[in-house]
């Protein structure tokens, strides 16, 4: 399946090209490109909420998704449109469907449930994306369907590499682009060790930091 339309900036910083331009978690993006039609937030931690990379890619005419306790954070910053989500809603902007689940822990406590912070599945043109968040291997996450998983491998904060192959065997995508690793925590090999433990697998792995 091809990835070409996906760019993973660092960390979770993640931009895919459809009919629209979306960024997940803009973090570190220094170039002033204002193409950005919908921005999405998972939480507010500062690799995750950069106002300055924010600001480098919006326009106009950009909306911005976030969770809805992020509110008095989002309203700081000027956008065409405010969207706020909380897990297991359903919205469409033109024809982009997007859908929230729970990104959280489950044996830490870095991103406690309770915060409501979001993980996106994003439908278009039949093809599913999911953006895990900062989340550990939960209930919700073994449920989804997607074509391309964007899932973190770091460990520390979110799921190791281990962790995360055991969801992706359960969640069975097309392709796994491994984010939030090799940089703030985990190592470039973590992406390397996320393949061995996908040999017995058709999944592909790419490799996008």
């Not at 339309?5 to 960024?23: A, C, H």
């Not at 990379?53 to 919006?58: A, D, E, Q």
């Not at 690793?181 to 060790?193: F, L, P, W």
């Amino acid at each position: 399946m091809n990835t070409d339309n996906i760019i993973v900036n660092t960390q979770s910083s993640i931009r895919i090209k459809l009919d629209k331009v979306l960024y997940f978690d803009p973090f570190k993006i220094e170039e002033d490109t204002h193409d950005a039609d919908i921005i999405f937030i998972t939480h507010e931690h500062y690799d995750h909420f950069d106002i300055k990379s924010i600001n480098n890619i919006k326009n106009d005419n950009t909306i911005i998704v976030a969770p809805k306790s992020m509110d008095n954070q989002i309203n700081e910053i000027s956008f065409k449109d405010y969207i706020y989500l909380s897990p297991n809603e359903e919205i469409t902007i033109d024809n982009i469907t997007i859908k929230t689940i729970p990104s959280y822990n489950i044996d830490k406590p870095f991103h406690p449930r309770s915060n409501n912070w979001l993980g996106y599945i994003v439908i278009y043109d039949n093809i599913t994306y999911f953006v895990a968040g900062d989340t550990d291997m939960t209930p919700e996450n073994k449920n989804v369907k997607c074509d391309i998983a964007l899932l973190p491998i770091g460990g520390h904060f979110t799921m190791d590499s281990k962790e995360a192959s055991e969801l992706i065997k359960v969640i069975n995508p097309k392709v796994v682009i491994p984010t939030h690793y090799g940089s703030i925590v985990g190592s470039m090999d973590d992406a390397k060790t996320l393949k061995e433990y996908l040999n017995d697998t058709n999944i592909e792995v790419v490799e996008k930091l």
